[in-house]
């Protein structure tokens, strides 16, 4: 993720630790992927109440844009910043493989460099990644534009409701993702369907969309 | 376990410790006393086969392992390679087998933490991981419990830890139903001058505890792996560790950031034996003595003995001789990642293991001694038998050859592994550019524009059974071939020898055999033995295992723009077979699925020819002429382009001239490669083949949606697709898991 967004944006971001109180200015805030704390109680419990998050909650709050990927998917969603859950997979092993994605909605920073309905080519690599909420909320979240991306062609990896694999929070600011879009930006990388959601996300919107 | 130190050291007791007489007479002398319980479990420890070789070792001596690209050879935690620009790749292979029959998740998961903890232990960022997996038949009832928890242990660990399992091996064998394998391969980056070992130096010096707490877990672990397995194998449960892959990621920043502060002087993992070996190992390497305090040790258990704490296998620790200058910001480097941290010992200059607990003295041995005088055995061998050739005439051609080879890309060996990879992150880090399927896995060296490391692990079991030297020399030549596919240059490799009972004289004559066979090959192709691992005693109730010498290696790739994959011919493209017709179907695939038998001779292994068409095939890669590229092994020319087709999602149109048809199309004859070249440069390539006198033939054309060979074959890559796609997933009852998902 840091080699990704050093690529696109052309500049390092600055790193916090997870006892930090407070985040240095910023127009971006991305959790990243990766097994905090092991999982071991639940993917993103423990980093959910990590000191940071009180931080991220006020950053998000102040209409900082928030970024989390995979295990920051579920660090957002443990820590109430984003509705849901994600559970086991319905395969019940791990799934690491490249999906389909469809973008459900454009209207918004992260994914304006996108067409609605255009379909991305996208990894994933989780084993918690089966999104749910209930009827109320999914009715909600779908009447609201909050579903960013669906999985397409039959690609669901993991069982999640109404194909979801990513969610905006109500205002918008905050996105969460299973997919790793931070894996499909250099033509090293065999495509760079991803990186346009960076690109977004950091309005560096004179970059042509590839 | 709790037994006092003074318990008394009767013969049972030396027994349980797989110590003979012999060896306890030369413990006697070279304690100058009895033992206490304590030293003897020590000595068991240092002298056990794991840790000290001692079967294996007057044949290890026999590889080579100098080259000049070797930093480091074997010897140390893992092997160290320079590939330019004063970067090093540091690697190593290592069997998990025995925890892994017994409880497959956790055996597995930290057969991984081990050999990633051998990689940075070194100062190495570890980039990539492989995993080398034997199982029992199929059918076997404890087959598919063993497949599903090996698989997620593997990826439960390297998943969490970070690192892209980019390769491996899966076969299936009945020889192996009551003995698994588990090879553990990684690799990582570091600067030439920045590579850490575990010599000390320096009288007087902290010795340090860094990592997780101290537990019961594994105590007896090595002595365990060096034993045979019998129907009492339940009981030993208690000898396999519990691996903790977030500690283990913790570990490696924290001991990455403390070698960069330049505190620490030695450092060395506490893998097999714990405590012991690494603390034996820094102060012999490095003419000291240790002295330990058992109760500075960090332990998560109450009324842990000396015994024990010295012979715990838990895992995610370190031992490191830290400069006392450094020791506080050492220390806040590992409260930091919230890791134990603790002054354990002090280096002497008395070059004795000194023990203390509780007050006492528990052991006090020559340190020396320990490493130095383990027992060398030159154990009785005899020369395995040798086969007579047999012409293809002798074996039956099948009946449909379309059938044949629908039944071969949906065996169990050859089908797909997308089940297993899938489980395993290919593409963490970012850097992955070959994911598992093709020749090798290929990941791309952070900070550098062009340049990629190819790596791939390889043996064929059935062959090394047949014969030893041919079946040794056939590891590594394939993984050579598999390298020089992708476009890399061969640089070394890493040896995870896995055999039955050595003091069994055809076992051993197996062990003598193939590796001189290794070493031979070694040689021929310039890949030098760099790091390595011995598994004896991989038989149950009697019975070993196929003798399965895994060869882990690793290729230079200079600009990655001009790298081979199998998955990239395109319609038009000329193919051509490097190589001539085959004519081996003894312990071929074929011979097994079509004709349901395993005999006869393995293949021959023309080492001048394998460098020669490798050096070819290479050249021709780097010269932009293949578009694609694949090795023919198991299953032969017809599997071989079978996979090509099905990888690249495109027909092809073969006319290849043949003598006997089932030999051609699956025969394993060795040093052969499929190299699809684009049309306008096929005439170029072929007068290139003959200027080099290196044999080809130009055997089709890529294009339409079904491979066509002769008359003899036309299937469509769909149906090809199809077959070799469902056998695991089947196997493995994901088709009814799913089903129930619904």
């Not at chain 2, 319980?37 to 840790?51: K, Y």
């Not at chain 2, 290919?426 to 896995?441: C, E, F, K, R």
């Not at chain 2, 790091?531 to 290729?555: D, H, K, Q, R, W």
Request: charged share 20%.
């Amino acid at each position: 993720m840091i080699a990704a967004i050093t690529k696109i944006s052309g500049h390092a971001p600055t790193l916090a630790w997870h006892t930090d109180t407070a985040l240095p200015d910023s127009e971006l805030v991305i959790i990243p992927g990766g097994f905090s704390h092991g999982d071991y109680l639940r993917a993103g419990a423990i980093a959910a109440r990590a000191p940071v998050m009180k931080a991220v909650a006020q950053a998000a709050e102040n209409g900082v844009r928030i970024l989390g990927v995979c295990n920051g998917f579920q660090t957002l969603t443990e820590s109430g910043l984003l509705p849901g859950a994600l559970m086991r997979n319905a395969g019940l092993t791990f799934v690491c493989k490249e999906v389909k994605l469809q973008i459900a909605n454009n209207q918004n920073p992260f994914t304006q460099l996108y067409q609605e309905g255009e379909i991305i080519r996208c990894p994933v690599a989780h084993h918690d990644g089966n999104y749910f909420a209930d009827a109320k909320t999914l009715e909600r979240i779908e009447g609201e534009g909050q579903v960013a991306f669906r999985y397409a062609e039959g690609s669901n990896p993991n069982g999640s409701l109404n194909d979801i694999a990513g969610i905006f929070n109500a205002r918008g600011n905050v996105l969460g993702m299973m997919p790793h879009p931070e894996n499909l930006v250099e033509p090293a990388h065999s495509g760079i369907d991803g990186k346009r959601l960076f690109q977004g996300a950091l309005d560096l919107l004179e970059v042509e969309p590839a | 376990m709790t037994v006092n130190n003074t318990a008394p050291i009767t013969p049972e007791l030396i027994a349980s410790h797989g110590i003979n007489d012999e060896e306890y007479q030369r413990i006697l002398e070279l304690t100058e006393r009895e033992p206490s319980f304590t030293e003897l479990g020590i000595w068991s420890a240092m002298w056990n086969e794991h840790c000290s070789y001692k079967s294996s070792k007057k044949w290890l001596k026999t590889l080579p392992t100098d080259g000049p690209r070797v930093v480091y050879g074997p010897g140390e935690n893992a092997g160290v390679v320079d590939i330019g620009d004063d970067d090093v790749v540091v690697f190593k292979m290592e069997s998990h087998n025995h925890p892994s029959f017994i409880e497959p998740y956790q055996g597995a998961a930290t057969g991984v933490g081990g050999i990633l903890r051998d990689v940075f232990t070194m100062g190495a960022r570890p980039i990539a991981a492989m995993n080398a997996l034997r199982f029992g038949e199929p059918d076997h009832p404890k087959t598919r419990h063993l497949v599903s928890g090996v698989v997620s242990g593997v990826g439960g660990y390297g998943n969490s830890f970070g690192v892209p399992t980019v390769g491996g091996e899966v076969n299936f064998h009945p020889r192996y139903n009551g003995n698994i394998l588990v090879n553990a391969f990684a690799a990582g980056l570091a600067k030439r001058d920045a590579i850490y070992v575990s010599k000390a130096e320096g009288v007087g010096l902290p010795v340090v505890y860094l990592g997780a707490k101290t537990g019961r877990d594994g105590v007896g672990g090595a002595t365990m792996a060096s034993a045979e397995f019998d129907d009492s194998i339940e009981e030993k449960r208690p000898t396999v560790q519990v691996g903790d892959p977030f500690t283990e990621k913790c570990l490696l920043e924290a001991c990455l950031e403390l070698m960069a502060s330049g505190a620490v002087i030695a450092i060395q993992d506490m893998g097999a034996a714990g405590l012991t070996c690494s603390a034996v190992e820094m102060g012999a390497r490095g003419d000291l003595g240790i002295r330990l305090n058992l109760d500075d040790v960090p332990v998560r258990e109450e009324n842990m003995t000396a015994y024990e704490m010295m012979l715990s296998e838990s895992q995610e620790r370190m031992l490191m001789v830290l400069r006392p200058e450094k020791e506080e910001q050492a220390k806040q480097i590992f409260t930091k990642w919230g890791l134990d941290f603790a002054v354990v010992g002090v280096t002497t200059d008395d070059l004795r293991f000194s023990i203390h607990h509780q007050g006492e003295e528990v052991a006090n041995l020559p340190i020396k001694k320990l490493g130095d005088e383990a027992p060398e055995y030159d154990r009785p061998w005899i020369e395995p038998g040798t086969h007579s050739p047999q012409e293809p005439h002798l074996f039956a051609p099948p009946h449909d050859y379309n059938a044949a080879l629908i039944k071969l890309l949906g065996s169990p060996d050859l089908s797909s592994r997308r089940w297993v990879w899938e489980q395993y992150d290919t593409w963490i880090q970012g850097n992955s550019l070959q994911l598992p399927g093709g020749d090798a896995g290929v990941v791309r060296v952070e900070g550098h524009d062009t340049k990629a490391l190819a790596f791939s692990s390889d043996v064929t079991p059935r062959y090394v059974e047949a014969d030893p030297y041919q079946g040794g020399k056939q590891a590594v030549a394939e993984c050579y071939r598999n390298l020089i596919a992708t476009g890399a240059e061969p640089l070394a490799a890493t040896d995870n020898l896995n055999f039955g009972n050595p003091e069994k004289p055809e076992i051993m004559g197996q062990l003598v055999a193939a590796v001189r066979g290794i070493g031979e090959a070694c040689e021929a192709l310039s890949m030098p033995i760099v790091s390595g691992n011995v598994s004896l005693y991989n038989e149950t109730n009697g019975e070993a295992i196929l003798p399965t010498p895994t060869i882990g290696g690793v290729g230079l790739i200079e600009d990655h723009a001009r790298m081979a994959r199998i998955d990239t011919a395109d319609t038009g493209d000329v193919v051509f077979l490097i190589g001539t017709e085959a004519t081996h179907l003894a312990n071929s695939l074929y011979q097994r699925e079509i004709l349901f038998e395993e005999s006869g001779p393995a293949p021959e292994v023309d080492l001048l020819m394998e460098r020669a068409r490798g050096d070819f095939v290479l050249a021709a890669i780097r010269s932009e002429y293949a578009s694609a590229c694949h090795d023919i092994s198991d299953g032969g020319l017809a599997i071989a382009l079978a996979e090509m087709c099905m990888a690249s999602g495109e027909g092809m149109r073969c006319e290849i001239e043949v003598t006997y048809p089932h030999s051609a199309l699956f025969g394993e004859d060795q040093a052969r490669y499929l190299v699809a070249v684009d049309e306008q440069w096929a005439d170029m390539f072929a007068a290139n083949c003959e200027g080099s006198g290196v044999s080809f033939a130009k055997i089709g054309t890529v294009g339409g949606d079904r491979l066509i060979i002769n008359d003899l074959i036309d299937i469509s890559v769909e149906d090809m697709t199809t077959t070799h796609e469902s056998w695991f997933p089947a196997f493995m009852g994901e088709t009814a898991l799913a089903a129930a998902a619904e």
